[in-house]
């Protein structure tokens, strides 16, 4: 009963370097979304999936690459990190087109 | 853009009262989505409401869709501790199946 899985759950780059940040869904969901949260404003969304192979944007996609080609996984990549992407990342994933679950998070230092 | 406004965005209540809280759209939504969020967890769905008027209860949570479509309304009865954290609405933007969020009202209570 894993639900939305996410790992790492706490990480710390380097101004530049890349990264992968992992998602993983055991309910054969088709709808997944990123989001990142900062003080203060809310969740905002990165990028969204309505299904295997098909990625769409969100409010704030800059620096972000996603791709989806299982229903279950949904990784968010980080092409080169900017301290300005320093921010807690929740992947959530439903059944319908909605936002039903969230994973518990990872927190992401760009020093 | 599309924003969600919350309101109030904060409120410290005792222990016993009820609760309400808003939220406000510049557009038309065809959904809205109510979730609770603890400290260093991720969002939780409570309500989801697709229907203008509509008016859900889940416990001791009641939401209601706002008739103009643009608002949504959400009351606590009865209070108690463990109703602490941020309270966020969110829903999709127009056409599309982007779900923003608002920026939250944080809840506090005193015991």
């Known amino acids: 009963n894993a639900g939305v899985t996410q790992t790492p759950k706490f990480q710390v780059l380097k101004t530049g370097q890349s990264m992968t940040l992992q998602c993983a869904q055991d309910?054969?969901?088709?709808?997944m979304s990123w989001y990142r949260q900062d003080p203060g404003m809310g969740l905002r969304l990165i990028h969204y999936s309505v299904g295997a192979g098909i990625t769409d944007q969100g409010e704030v996609p800059n620096g972000y690459n996603v791709s989806r080609s299982t229903t279950e996984d949904f990784p968010l990549r980080l092409l080169s990190a900017a301290p300005s992407q320093t921010s807690v990342y929740f992947c959530a994933s439903s059944p319908g087109k909605s936002v039903a679950f969230f994973g518990q998070g990872t927190r992401l230092t760009v020093v | 853009g599309q924003q969600l406004n919350q309101s109030p965005q904060s409120m410290f209540i005792q222990e016993g009262e009820d609760v309400s809280m808003n939220c406000t759209s510049s557009s038309i939504f065809n959904t809205w989505l109510w979730y609770k969020q603890d400290p260093g967890e991720g969002p939780v769905l409570l309500i989801a409401l697709y229907k203008a008027g509509e008016l859900t209860s889940n416990g001791r949570l009641t939401a209601q869709f706002g008739i103009t479509r643009k608002d949504s309304f959400l009351n606590i009865s009865a209070s108690i501790p463990s109703d602490v954290g941020i309270y966020f609405c969110?829903?999709?933007?127009?056409?599309?199946?982007?779900?923003?969020f608002g920026t939250g009202t944080r809840l506090k209570v005193l015991a």
């Open positions: 969110a829903g999709p933007t127009s056409g599309t199946y982007k779900y923003i």
């Open positions: 309910m054969n969901h088709e709808y």
